[in-house]
């Protein structure tokens, strides 16, 4: 009942009463919870079902991007350095963690598109910093469900809802793709593979390992977790969006899990 009454109020004030009587690692979700609401009411209102009847491609910026041979009257959706991509005109841009990016800023702020934006919530090896996304014209926010729940989970209301974090932009931006209900989805460069991009934006092959070293990175469990994400996803679209056709074009990574498509 208490929680209950927690929720109907938004003021400071609540918070820290309840702070007295409760755990404070439960208070800090329930606060973001309510910060996400009412954020993702002003994010994804009117894209509910908005490309019904459509196709989207969806771009990573894996090398198999290269082989890529654009499909006509299509909306696009970049990740990350996809940006710098000049063979299709995006309509969205989606980032979360400034490793994909900070390279790159004035590249992605320059392409004349909506740009999802999230909040990465772990610290500052990831965080895009507020002052650069000032500069990125259309701007829409979004969080994510790290530090809420023990394992991300696909968003089906997300006017609402934290976005599932998967520890991966891809699969953060097809939860908006389902959301906006399309008749295809075509998935273009999204090779799973943390080591290499096609622009070389992020540095070479033994560069990114390093990186990866010093953030303590393990590749081989993020290559399984990765995995068992899109295994996730797939169920997820399966089950509410079973309509939607998914498509991976020249697959690598993704090689088998939806159906296949290899450009000539």
Not at 50 to 60: E, K, L, N
Not at 136 to 148: A, P, S
Not at 223 to 249: C, G, H, M
């Amino acid at each position: 009942m208490k929680m209950k009454w927690l929720l109907t109020k938004l003021g400071g004030q609540y918070i820290s009463d309840y702070v007295n009587k409760h755990d404070q690692a439960i208070v800090d979700r329930v606060e973001r919870l309510l910060t996400i609401s009412n954020l993702h009411q002003k994010t994804f209102s009117g894209f509910k079902g908005c490309y019904s009847g459509r196709d989207v491609v969806m771009i990573g910026a894996g090398p198999s991007v290269k082989d890529f041979k654009p499909i006509p009257n299509c909306i696009y959706v970049g990740l990350n350095s996809a940006c710098k991509l000049k063979t299709v005109k995006f309509d969205y841009l989606f980032s979360i963690d400034k490793m994909g990016i900070d390279k790159i800023y004035s590249d992605f702020a320059s392409v004349d598109c909506i740009k999802f934006i999230g909040d990465q919530n772990k610290g500052a090896r990831y965080q895009i910093p507020e002052s650069e996304i000032f500069k990125m014209g259309d701007v829409r926010r979004y969080m994510t469900d790290i530090n809420i729940h023990e394992y991300s989970k696909c968003a089906l209301y997300l006017e609402s809802q934290p976005l599932g974090n998967f520890n991966s932009v891809s699969l953060q931006a097809m939860q908006f793709i389902l959301y906006t209900n399309p008749r295809r989805i075509y998935l273009v460069g999204i090779d799973c593979s943390a080591l290499g991009h096609f622009d070389k934006s992020q540095g070479t092959v033994d560069e990114l390992k390093k990186r990866a070293k010093d953030r303590d990175d393990n590749l081989e469990e993020w290559a399984r977790i990765t995995a068992q994400a899109w295994n996730d996803l797939k169920e997820f679209a399966n089950l509410y969006y079973p309509e939607t056709e998914i498509i991976s074009v020249n697959p690598v990574g993704l090689k088998g899990l939806f159906k296949d498509l290899y450009q000539e």
